[in-house]
């Protein structure tokens, strides 16, 4: 696993660091949507409803739009004058009962790693969650929003859930329910005692999930088989640089110019520079073997 996020656990006077972990993973099995005909991947371009143009991403703001259709587009500007939400810090607000929590509130949950050579303020956090069986509110920002969590212990590690903020929650009112008669005592007594034989603890390793597992058989066996309706993958292409990448690479080759120097020729030049000193020391002495013959040939000439 990797960490998402650092920070520390601000308990009264006590400062726990901690690493942050995501505590669950998907298991479905994921598909690409093709095309019918030949099998091509489909793909999907943002693209600008005005021009008809595709977008780069680092050409996109947020816009909001309000229930008279005004809209307001914010920029990354706009955003950075905000308080300031990356905070690394999880305050307790207080110790509640976990009872008191109702399920509907429990969203995402991540798994605390002390970060310090001595973990001792982790641990002394989580046995003292055990002994007041109780979990911590708390206050969780991460990528820019700050959630309500509850921090409990699961098998002496720290948890953190996050919650749903209550007014995300919706209200319901269904008017079927509105004049439905109670139950008699006697079905209510026939449907407790069909509870009780089907009552037992909880052990989560009973249950699995029988779609996942008869659609991974479906393609393993045909894959063995050698279907028709198996092909293999093209090769992916390479894909295209975008201009910002583009941009880099043209500056780096400018610098490199700038410098004398070409990409690819640093050993050339440097086998060049060195035929170059060696070329000179033959030349002087074929020149110092012509003066010591000169004489010689005057003297026959003259003879």
Request: proline share 6%.
């Amino acid at each position: 696993m990797r960490s998402i996020w650092k920070g520390s656990i601000a308990f009264g006077l006590v400062n726990v660091p901690v690493k942050v972990y995501t505590a669950t993973e998907d298991h479905d099995i994921k598909f690409h949507q093709v095309h019918a005909v030949d099998g091509g991947r489909i793909r999907y371009e943002r693209v600008c409803t005005v021009d008809g143009q595709p977008v780069q991403y680092s050409d996109i703001d947020r816009a909001y739009e309000s229930p008279d259709g005004d809209r307001v587009i914010l920029t990354d500007e706009d955003f950075a004058k905000l308080p300031a939400a990356e905070k690394h810090e999880i305050p307790v607000l207080q110790f509640v009962p976990s009872e008191q929590i109702d399920p509907i509130l429990f969203d995402k949950s991540y798994y605390l790693e002390p970060d310090s050579t001595t973990p001792k303020a982790y641990v002394l956090l989580a046995k003292t969650l055990e002994r007041v069986d109780r979990v911590a509110l708390v206050h969780f920002t991460l990528r820019q929003k700050t959630r309500l969590g509850a921090l409990r212990v699961r098998d002496g590690v720290l948890v953190l859930q996050t919650l749903l903020w209550p007014d995300e929650v919706r209200a319901v009112a269904f008017d079927k329910l509105d004049d439905v008669t109670e139950p008699k005592k006697q079905e209510l007594q026939m449907a407790e005692t069909l509870v009780d034989t089907l009552s037992d603890d909880f052990d989560p390793g009973l249950y699995v999930d029988e779609y996942q597992i008869e659609l991974k058989k479906l393609l393993d066996e045909a894959i063995a088989s050698g279907s028709s309706k198996v092909t293999r993958a093209p090769e992916a292409a390479a894909p295209e640089m975008d201009a910002e990448v583009v941009d880099l690479v043209a500056a780096l080759q400018r610098s490199l110019e700038a410098s004398g120097r070409k990409t690819g020729s640093a050993a050339p030049a440097k086998a060049t520079k060195a035929t170059a000193e060696k070329k000179p020391a033959k030349k002087a002495a074929a020149k110092k073997t012509a003066a010591k013959k000169a004489p010689a040939k005057q003297t026959r000439k003259g003879a």
